[in-house]
């Protein structure tokens, strides 16, 4: 379930005891295993093997240099959504080739970025947005290729934050408008149109929706083909979710892929896919310290010294984390809720986590890989934490920690 194990009643990842690192880099700090990261990318990559494929890391999850330099090695893909994306995907080493740039609002100076960089794919979501893709490829003398983001309509069964792939969702161009979309797509003179992409929503545990968006997308494939415009690639995007707690069930990434791969067996077209959690989220976990344990009459709360700003996906999404102690010691347990510093109730990481804590007690919050540091804030001026990856014995401060004086140095008082 996660990349942490524990061993002598110490928690370990890879070859490193979790509580060197808490020591050595301070908390709050996030920690991300290279080999469970890679694990989760070939993962995708093994169960396609044969087949013409690209896993395009959805660099949203986790932006890291160290992460997508290590998914660059292996020959990566990357899923990206604004121009800042792409430059740190090409500051680690990924290859403008393998990149696809999906979103709903990109800016015409983030067309010619991609355009200038020779990425992959646009992954179009609006007629609009065709037109101007078209213009500003006319104003570079380029073509630009084009894969056309289709919403099936179909319920992801998800956190409604986190759905994409109903009507009335900002995503991508209804299933019905479809066909009209790429008929338009393929009158423009600058445009190639080369693929065809859907996304339904995120953290799905069910896989039935998942196929039901690749059957509608395969019918539009289909009519597509029939009236002439013949696509290179389906791109099922990425979805998946993981197993944040032991009642949960993740779909089998295995599985998945061999039932896309079947499905497009004999078509011709490349797969495509846009995977963030599922490779990223279980590979990372938040150190944290109790800084105090406070009782009332109700409750009894567990003070840490990381918040909403370092992790805000409980507060967001009431999304659980498990809650472990770093170091398990032979104390009586209690009820807790682990709250955070920051000046909001909703500032709670785990409500009713049953703790055996002293203040000083270091703990891990994990499957906290993706969507973690990259949504981090520095509401209450704080400044974001230090980001360590594990290598089998060694551990890498991949990102250090944000000073207090950077935080304000773009700013200034009045005369
Ligand atoms: N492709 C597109 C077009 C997307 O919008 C997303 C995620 C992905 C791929 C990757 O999806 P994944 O495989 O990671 O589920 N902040 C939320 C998740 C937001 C997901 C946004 N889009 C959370 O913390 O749960």
Redesign the pocket.
Known sequence: MSAVRRADGELWMEGVPLSAVAQRFGTPCYVYSRAAIEAGWRAFDDALAGTDHLVCY?V??NSNLAVLGTLARLGSGF?IVSGGELARVLAAGGRAERVIF?GVGKSEAEMRQGLAAGIKCFNVESEPELDRLDAVAASMGRRARVSLRVNPDVDARTHPY?S?GLKGNKFGIPHDRAVAAYERAAGLAHLEVTGIDC?IG??ILDPAPLGEALERVMDLVATLAARGIRLAHVDV????GIRYRESEAAPDVGAWCRQVAARLAGTGHAIVL?????IVGNAGALLTRVEYLKTDKEKRFAVVDASMSELL?PAL?E?WHEIVPVASPARESALYDVVGPVCESSDVLGFDRELALAPGDALAILSAG??GMA?ASNYNTRPRPCEVMIDGERAVEVRARESVASLFALERTLD
């Open positions: 959805a949203k999850a899923d999906s986190i994409t996304h995120s953290q995007g990425g979805g998946l846009e995977p963030g959690r599922s996906r999404y999304a993706a969507y949504m």
